[in-house]
């Protein structure tokens, strides 16, 4: 049996049995993280949608610009390192829009509450594939560190235009905290 060798840089703590390899975990980032970004840049047309022609429309669409970019990116990173992207984007692609139109729906404060729930669950996500990916990757994690901090300026965006205003928003807020974490589960295995 030979040892398993861990890549220059990549994080030092020993893979357990069932952990993924570095390619499988290099394919994993990148898959979840471009489905996430297709989720968000749908979450952003279903909210424009609704907000597209009031006050809140230009906040939203330039969140969108930031997300369009960042899934620019990691469509490039998928080819580059051929990752395959997640089977489960026909249902981002609805889930997405259904999600951002309903809480536009609901009121301003409620699409910004979802902005936030949402930021709040990708900057931990983002944090936690850093901290895995160690610098063996330093083109990935900078483009993830550039967009983590794009992220958190949405969230904070969100929370400026009253998102804790809004209706039932403890419930609201832990409910799409807990889809995108399972949406971001579901992405990284399929």
Known sequence: ?????????AATARRLPGDPTPAA???RVIRVD????YGAKRIYEGQLAIL???????????????ELKHL???????????????????I????GFALGAATALMGPKAAMACTVAVEEVIDEHYREQLGKLGTAEPSLTEKIEVFRAEEVEHR?????????????YPVLSSAIKAGS???????ERF
């Open 1 to 9: 049996m030979t040892p398993q060798t861990t890549p220059p840089g």
């Open 25 to 27: 975990l290099l394919d």
């Open 34 to 37: 471009h489905a996430g970004e």
């Open 52 to 66: 597209g022609r009031k006050h809140e429309g230009p906040v939203i669409r330039h969140m969108l610009e930031q």
């Open 72 to 90: 620019d990116a990691f469509e490039k990173f998928m080819v580059e390192r051929r990752a395959r992207p997640s089977v489960l984007l026909p």
């Open 92 to 95: 981002w692609h609805v889930a």
């Open 156 to 168: 904070d965006t969100g929370l400026a235009h009253g998102a804790e205003q809004a209706p039932a």
């Open 181 to 187: 974490r399972l949406a971001i589960w579901l992405a």
